[in-house]
């Protein structure tokens, strides 16, 4: 029986990743500091393997597999990054993998899945339902199903990104975390409330799909309609009954970014600090500089989630 993760878990994880995942960077912008009067401390997600956090809950619940799912293999349903997270993870650990992808997924991502070795089978998201479909798939084959994110091996590994920051920079007073369905929340938070239990903790979410924020207001699990944003990590429909757990015990608030306030990020990103950070990437630090929080004279943890974007489609929004 699964349960709910713990910080001791994220420290498991943190041991399996060792030599697996990238530990990377922390960075920092004079300018970013002087525009919020605060320190900011970017981590640089959009550096790690394949290109986002990803990897790190996906290889840290598919290293876990027994003999005979090991054998089966494992399968799994993603609008992309924890597609290719998957295809990697079970590559690096001679596990076949089966992914289903929306089929506007971004292109660069169905083909990074293809090149990792990732058996890819495309589904319209507008009219299937991916989470019976990959249930379907997974009783048929006899595969093992690693969601994006509601699962307590992926939490757990999701959490090493805030882990390795706060080892690394000391504690914090706030934390801005993307939030998609919850994992890299959920796990960020099982970190932070062991190691900076007085940080401030706050996921991101796209405006267009505030369900998260909705769902903490609420005091239960908000479905929405699969959201139009160009943050296409965190079009998400819901939370997941585990990251939910977590995020309403641990987080202090889920806050929004509009794509404007997103496109205005990657393109300080790309100009100031020379890196590219995909749109979902982006939501933490939209939030610190639009979402009007008290943040003068702090130390601020600003997570980049990812820097998986079409070459095409990030020249496209820059330039507008
Ligand atoms: C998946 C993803 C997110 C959202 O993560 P969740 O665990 O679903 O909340 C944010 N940013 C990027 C780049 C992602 O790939």
Request: one cysteine or more; charged letters at 20%; a neutral charge.
């Amino acid at each position: 029986m699964l349960q709910l993760p713990t910080h001791e878990d994220v420290l498991a994880a943190a041991k399996r990743l060792l030599g697996q995942a990238h530990r990377t960077p922390v960075l920092r912008s004079a300018t970013a500091d002087r525009q919020l009067n605060a320190e900011l401390f970017f981590k640089c997600e959009n550096f790690q393997r394949m290109g986002a956090f990803k990897f790190r809950g996906a290889f840290n619940a598919i290293s876990q597999f027994d003999e005979r799912q090991r054998k089966a293999g494992v399968i799994t349903f993603s609008s992309g990054n924890h597609a290719q997270a998957v295809a990697l993870s079970a590559r690096i650990l001679g596990i076949p993998a089966t992914i289903l992808m929306p089929v506007d997924a971004p292109q660069a991502k169905i083909a990074a899945t293809r090149g990792y070795g990732g058996e890819v089978i495309l589904f319209d998201r507008y009219q299937q339902d991916r989470e019976a479909l990959g249930a379907q798939l997974a009783g048929e084959r006899g595969l093992t199903l690693i969601p994006p994110y509601d699962h307590p091996h992926v939490m757990a590994g999701q959490g090493t990104a805030a882990l390795e920051l706060i080892q690394e920079v000391g504690p914090l007073d706030v934390l801005l975390v993307p939030c998609g369905g919850g994992g890299l929340l959920s796990g960020s938070a099982l970190a932070v409330r062991a190691l900076a239990p007085k940080c401030k903790l706050y996921g991101v979410e796209p405006e267009a799909g505030n369900d998260g924020q909705q769902s903490l207001r609420k005091g239960e699990i908000v479905h929405i309609a699969t959201p139009n944003t160009i943050a296409d990590g965190a079009q998400t429909q819901h939370l997941g009954r585990f990251t939910f757990e977590v995020i309403r015990r641990d987080v202090d608030d889920i806050l929004t970014a509009t794509d404007p306030q997103l496109i205005e990020a990657m393109k300080f990103f790309a100009e100031r600090m020379k890196i590219v950070v995909e749109p979902t990437g982006c939501l933490g630090f939209a939030a610190a500089c639009h979402a009007g929080l008290p943040l003068q004279g702090k130390r601020v943890g600003v997570i980049l989630s990812g820097g998986n974007v079409d070459l095409a489609r990030f020249a496209q929004l820059v330039a507008g």
